[in-house]
C-alpha cells in the first residue's frame, strides 16, 4: 500500500513571497498523483492532478507541482503568495488502476501579510 | 454540478447509540468513497462502491461500520455502539471512473 508523507505540518510565510510545500510517497511503481487544498470550513478541492504526461502540472491559480519519479516527489509550488492562499495542503496518491487516493497528514499553509 | 452533498453536517451522540449518514453524490459520477479524517491528519480511506457494488473495505471499517449504496446514488454509513474514538469528519467523495475525487464537506461526528 502506498504511503505519503508531507515532510511540514506547517508553513509560515510572507505575503507575495514564494513557497513549497513537499511531498513524498512510498512506491515506484506508476501512479497517479494529487494535489487537494481545503479552506477553512470547507471541503477538500482538487487543486492539480499528474496522470501522465508532461511531469509539470500547473493549477489555475498558480500552484505549480513536479513529478520526480526517481525521487518519489511531488512537491508544490508557487513563486508568490497571497493572504487568501493560507488553507489547509493535502497530497495524495494512488496506484495505476486502482484510483483510492491515500492521503498525506497536510501541511497548513500560513501566509502572513 | 450540484457537487456531493453530505448530510447532517453535525452530529452529537452519546457512546452506544447507533447514528446514521447520508451522501448524495454527484448524479452521473459510478464511484462513491467514504474517507474518515482525524484533527491534524489526513483523510483515511474507509470504503468504496462502483454503482451499488461495494469493492474495497479498509481494515479501518470494523464490524460496527456498515455502507450500503442500494441503487447506484446516494450511500449511507452506519456507525452501531458508536465509542467516543469514532469521532470524527466523515468525508464522502464521488467520481467518474479514472477521475479525481469530488469531496462533499463532511459530517462531523461528536461522541460524548
Known amino acids: 500500500a502506498q504511503s505519503v508523507t508531507q515532510l511540514d505540518s506547517q508553513v509560515p510565510v510572507f505575503e507575495e513571497a514564494p513557497v513549497e510545500l513537499r511531498c513524498n510517497y512510498s512506491?515506484?511503481?506508476?501512479?497517479?498523483l494529487f494535489w487537494y487544498v481545503q479552506y477553512p470550513n470547507q471541503g477538500l478541492q482538487l487543486l492539480l492532478k499528474?496522470?501522465?504526461?508532461?511531469?509539470l502540472v500547473e493549477s489555475i491559480n498558480g500552484f505549480e507541482a513536479e513529478f520526480n519519479k526517481s525521487q518519489t516527489s511531488f512537491h508544490l509550488r508557487k513563486p508568490s503568495v497571497h493572504i487568501s492562499d493560507t488553507a489547509e495542503y493535502f497530497c495524495a496518491v494512488s496506484d495505476l488502476g486502482s484510483y483510492i487516493p491515500t492521503f498525506g497528514r497536510g501541511t497548513s499553509l500560513i501566509v502572513h501579510p | 454540478d450540484t457537487g456531493v452533498s453530505q448530510d447532517p453536517r453535525h452530529k452529537i451522540t452519546k457512546r452506544g447509540q447507533n447514528v446514521t449518514f447520508r451522501c448524495d453524490p454527484i448524479s452521473e459520477h459510478n464511484r462513491l468513497y467514504w474517507y474518515r479524517q482525524t484533527l491534524g491528519q489526513g483523510p483515511e480511506f474507509l470504503t468504496y462502491?462502483?454503482?451499488?457494488?461495494?469493492?474495497?473495505k479498509s481494515r479501518l471499517l470494523s464490524d460496527r461500520f456498515s455502507a450500503e449504496r442500494p441503487k447506484g446514488s446516494f450511500s449511507t454509513l452506519e456507525i452501531q455502539r458508536t465509542e467516543q474514538g469514532d469521532s470524527a469528519m466523515y468525508l464522502c467523495a464521488s467520481s467518474l471512473e479514472n477521475s479525481p475525487l469530488h469531496f462533499g464537506n463532511g459530517t462531523r461526528l461528536t461522541v460524548t
Open positions: 462502491f462502483q454503482n451499488e457494488a461495494q469493492l474495497e
Open positions: 499528474y496522470l501522465s504526461g508532461s511531469t
Open positions: 512506491s515506484s511503481v506508476s501512479v497517479y
